[in-house]
């Protein structure tokens, strides 16, 4: 016979926000590492774009390769993010379908760290399929500034980690209904990336576009990066760029964990 009290409650764990964070980015990082292809694979899409709409574009504008590369590259590596990062949350679909996410649901880990350690996992992946854009590249006549580089990855990690943390909000509210993930993901990635001027520049397209162009965050981080790239570190485009990334990040992650929080 014990001395334990059957009606005593269990324990409380004390949360522990950036152990549990640590732990669910480890976590979320073991699958990328064991298969580093996937990572390779989801550059697909936007080395199509390099290959075939870049000797278009250069064709078209009769500059040096080097110099529309220096345009175009900026562009293609938000590309990068951009569907990288808004289709992470079909990962967790396949885990709220396989049961394992009710499991983690259970386990004595924070629910903001469930939702932010897949966030950060995001910046791994983003900033290794930039550097390989970059070395994809620069055989063909691409340069960068490289601190202008070293900031470039930092916005564009603060992207991914913002639109990782949408996509996995997205996930959650389309749990039942996993087909809407899918909608709402392409109903909105290519507005988001022909209104943002990844591909071409807007400043000859109509007020309309250029004013709607305005209210994009995805615009703004690509003209920065536009700048970063080509060494201008600190002006108002870099500035306007990492607000957008920041805004989106912070957006991202507290829908994220208001949204985790009521699972049930």
Do not use: C
Request: glycine share 8%.
């Amino acid at each position: 016979m014990t001395t334990a009290t059957l009606g005593r409650p269990a324990p409380v764990t004390a949360e522990r926000p950036f152990h549990d964070t640590w732990h669910v980015f480890v976590r979320e990082m073991r699958p990328a590492l064991r298969d580093p292809f996937s990572v390779i694979f989801s550059l697909l899409q936007p080395l199509v774009f390099l290959g075939l709409f870049g000797p278009l574009l250069i064709g078209s504008s009769g500059a040096p390769a080097s110099e529309t590369l220096a345009w175009f590259v900026p562009g293609i590596l938000a590309m990068t993010v951009l569907f990288g990062a808004s289709g992470t949350g079909s990962n967790l679909l396949f885990e709220m379908q396989t049961g394992s996410h009710e499991r983690t649901l259970v386990a004595p880990v924070s629910r903001s760290a469930l939702l932010v350690g897949r966030a950060l996992k995001e910046i791994a992946p983003t900033i290794v399929q930039a550097l390989l854009v970059v070395a994809v590249t620069f055989p063909f006549g691409f340069r960068a500034s490289f601190p202008g580089l070293l900031a470039g990855l930092v916005l564009l990690a603060l992207f991914g980690m913002g639109l990782g943390a949408l996509s996995y909000t997205l996930a959650l509210a389309s749990a039942k209904k996993d087909w809407m993930f899918w909608a709402v993901q392409q109903t909105l990635i290519f507005p988001l990336m022909i209104l943002s001027g990844m591909l071409l520049p807007l400043s000859e397209a109509p007020a309309w576009m250029r004013a709607v162009a305005v209210a994009n965050p995805v615009s703004h981080i690509v003209s920065a990066e536009h700048a970063l790239l080509d060494g201008a570190l600190l002006t108002p485009t870099v500035l306007k760029g990492f607000t957008a990334a920041l805004l989106l990040a912070a957006a991202g992650l507290t829908l994220g964990i208001r949204t985790m929080r009521r699972q049930h």
